[in-house]
């Protein structure tokens, strides 16, 4: 397995291609998600409380959110706390919401791939601000998914995290030379 290479704010890793710097302006899904855990985050916590986020409010983001859950008293193979899909809208791929639903993260990614992951949840973790990423992946040989996100920390009455994130998708078919 490939571990990431740095190429400036990209990193490249086993077909993908990640980029974690904040554009100057969001895809509008994204920024309405944004906009919304900004306006629900109150300012002397370090975490959105999940119990103020309320999927509801956005009901046109809705097939694009996604929810990544600490599971209490479970711990990956390093002794983190288990992180597991919790809940995939309708617009995740159907085969991956098969696979991945209601599983952990550490069973469905590539061992690599499942290590820079967490290093991400881990970062949120610590700091409680929400991660950026854009990446692309080849999927075959004419064609290229890529996708951007948002992911917000937020604090349930339990005390673990949930990771809440808004997708957006794009498909582009490569050319023949």
Known sequence: MSKMEP????????????????PARLPDKLQT?????QAKRRSD???LLRRDFDPL????????????EEVEGQKD?????QLRWRLMGTAFNPEFQRRAKG????DVLAPGLYREVVAIYDRMRKDGQPHYLQASQQM???????????????????????FIGCWQWNRDFLAHD
Request: aromatic share 14%.
């Open 7 to 22: 190429t400036g704010l990209l990193f490249k890793h086993q077909g993908f291609l990640w980029n974690e710097s904040w």
């Open 140 to 162: 075959t040989e004419n064609n290229l998914y890529s996708y951007e996100r948002i992911i917000c920390p937020t604090l349930t009455e339990q005390g673990t995290l949930q």
């Open 57 to 68: 409010d956005l009901p046109k983001l809705m097939a694009n959110l996604q929810i990544v």
């Open 45 to 47: 916590q370090k975490y």
């Open 33 to 37: 998600f944004h906009a919304y855990c």
């Open 77 to 81: 193979r390093q002794g983190r706390r």
């Open 103 to 106: 599983r952990s993260l550490e």
